[in-house]
T-cell receptor
Framework: DTGVSQDPRHKITKRGQNVTFRCDPI?????LYWYRQTLGQGPEFLTY????????KSRLLSDRFSAERPKGSFSTLEIQRTEQGDSAMYLC????????????????FGPGTRLTVL | AQKITQTQPGMFVQEKEAVTLDCTYD???????LFWYKQPSSGEMIFLIY??????QNATEGRYSLNFQKARKSANLVISASQLGDSAMYFC???????????FGKGTKLSVKP
């Protein structure tokens, strides 16, 4: 399977615990995105990387959230001191980006990690 | 600010008929891309179709077509010959050239009746 993969698919944790999610993008994609989706809403942007550089972070990404993409391949999203409001589906997506030619490339999404904070 | 509006929370369509899902957008960028995604109950977001703001022709992908009206800032998705497997949430999204991320609407839940 050459699509975007995420691990774990489900995570149940107690309030105050730290959690870490992993995303493996499509291999030739240089951009990687994290989104959060709550029930009945569309995905909301959290952050994105181009290769290993984190280019943008949303205001939704509080100080308790940190994301890395150390070698420009897989990425991790860590949430420290989880709160019940962090319960959501965390989606990872990847895409190509080029400096010239076609301006926009579709983002391909992984299956998501569903986080439940008790 | 960029914004996507989907005004239909839910839609019903009879199997084999066509259905249009509405999407309007707001952006001050001249260059942008519009996307539609399908999200079945399994949760995965599936890319359906893309339209660039400078594309002169409406995009088509199999049974999906995008009715792009730039002056009205609308990008409606048309699904022809609906199938039971089309029942899902459908999200309209936009990426402006000045931004890296997609902005999504709240979605439309499509139910196909046999």
């Amino acid at each position: 399977d050459t699509g975007v993969s995420q691990d774990p698919r489900h995570k149940i944790t107690k309030r105050g615990q730290n959690v870490t999610f992993r995303c493996d993008p499509i291999s030739e994609h240089n951009r990687l995105y994290w989104y959060r989706q709550t029930l009945g809403q569309g995905p909301e942007f959290l952050t994105y990387f181009q290769n290993e550089a984190q280019l943008e972070k949303s205001r939704l990404l509080s100080d308790r959230f940190s994301a890395e993409r150390p070698k420009g391949s897989f990425s991790t999203l860590e949430i420290q001191r989880t709160e019940q409001g962090d319960s959501a589906m965390y989606l990872c997506a990847s895409s190509l980006w080029r400096d010239s030619g076609r301006a926009f490339f579709e983002q391909f999404f992984g299956p998501g990690t569903r986080l439940t904070v008790l | 600010a960029q914004k996507i509006t989907q005004t239909q929370p839910g839609m019903f369509v009879q199997e084999k008929e066509a259905v249009t899902l509405d999407c309007t957008y707001d952006t001050s960028d001249q260059s942008y891309g519009l996307f539609w995604y399908k999200q079945p109950s399994s949760g995965e977001m599936i890319f359906l179709i893309y339209q660039g703001s400078y594309d002169e022709q409406n995009a088509t992908e199999g049974r999906y077509s995008l009715n792009f009206q730039k002056a009205r800032k609308s990008a409606n998705l048309v699904i022809s010959a609906s199938q039971l497997g089309d029942s899902a949430m459908y999200f309209c999204a936009m990426r402006a050239r000045s931004q890296g991320n997609l902005i999504f609407g709240k979605g439309t839940k499509l139910s196909v009746k046999p």
